[in-house]
């Protein structure tokens, strides 16, 4: 029986410069990071484009009347289960919610929306690579604790946008919802490779001690959380933001 696992990237980062800012996004500059096992060397990521907040309910609703087949009530439960915009009702966003992120959002509708805007969703190395704010030093036991009381909190209906900015000028990348990327599922494991040993290597409970930063509680969530996600799930405090290729 196939198990999907995704490895997340430890928050340590050696980078180059700030980021500038674009007409929306923000250009995320070439660098290195360092992946979440021991024993990886450092992976590189080009320079990218990558909206500053996560898409709101507002947006997402011109999307909506410009692709009337991802309305709440139209979409194929093949591609969006059946909590899809359960916080909306029909075709109107929650009440006071227009600047928040849309959740209850499914991968294929978040990828598709990217489409429309001539984007994409971004990597997951993107994603870390961005989220480690500082692309100077790894993230702070201060900033740790932060994020990792935000993981412990129950769900709740996400606030507006634009709360708190990173070095790049990006936007609550920790503390709002959970982002879809690009290669959620991208490591797949099988029973054979259990066997052989391999998930000392790839699963956060059998690896802990494996890990570059034993301490980034944030990556295990993350791990754990992704790893569990098929391409039509939705949940209520999962979003997405958009990126473009340079």
């Not at 966003?93 to 978040?110: L, M, Q, W």
């Not at 984007?119 to 704010?133: I, N």
């Not at 990348?173 to 099988?190: A, I, K, Q, R």
Request: proline share 6%.
């Amino acid at each position: 029986m196939l198990a999907i696992r995704l490895m997340i990237s430890a928050l340590a980062f050696c980078g180059a410069g700030i980021s500038a800012a674009v007409p929306d996004g923000v250009l995320i500059p070439a660098g290195t990071f360092l992946p979440f096992f021991k024993n990886t060397p450092p992976s590189s990521v080009r320079a990218f484009y990558l909206d500053r907040t996560q898409v709101t309910n507002a947006q997402y609703l011109e999307f909506l009347n410009a692709n009337p087949s991802w309305k709440k009530n139209s979409a194929k439960r093949i591609f969006a289960d059946a909590g899809y915009l359960s916080a909306w009702d029909g075709d109107r966003i929650p009440s006071n919610a227009a600047n928040s992120p849309v959740t209850g959002v499914s991968f294929f509708s978040a990828r598709a929306y990217c489409k429309w805007r001539g984007k994409r969703l971004p990597s997951l190395a993107e994603w870390e690579y961005a989220a480690g704010a500082d692309p100077l030093r790894p993230m702070s036991d201060a900033d740790n604790e932060r994020v990792v009381a935000w993981y412990s909190k129950p769900s709740s209906a996400p606030g507006p946008v634009a709360q708190r900015i990173n070095v790049h000028g990006v936007y609550d990348m920790h503390g709002l919802v959970w982002e879809w990327v690009s290669d959620f599922n991208s490591v797949l494991l099988s029973e054979e490779s259990r066997e052989q040993g391999s998930d000392k290597e790839m699963f956060c409970g059998g690896g802990a001690m494996n890990a570059n930063n034993f301490r980034n509680y944030a990556a295990f969530m993350r791990y754990a959380f992704r790893s569990s996600l098929r391409s039509n799930y939705t949940g209520a405090n999962l979003g997405f933001r958009c990126a473009a290729d340079r």
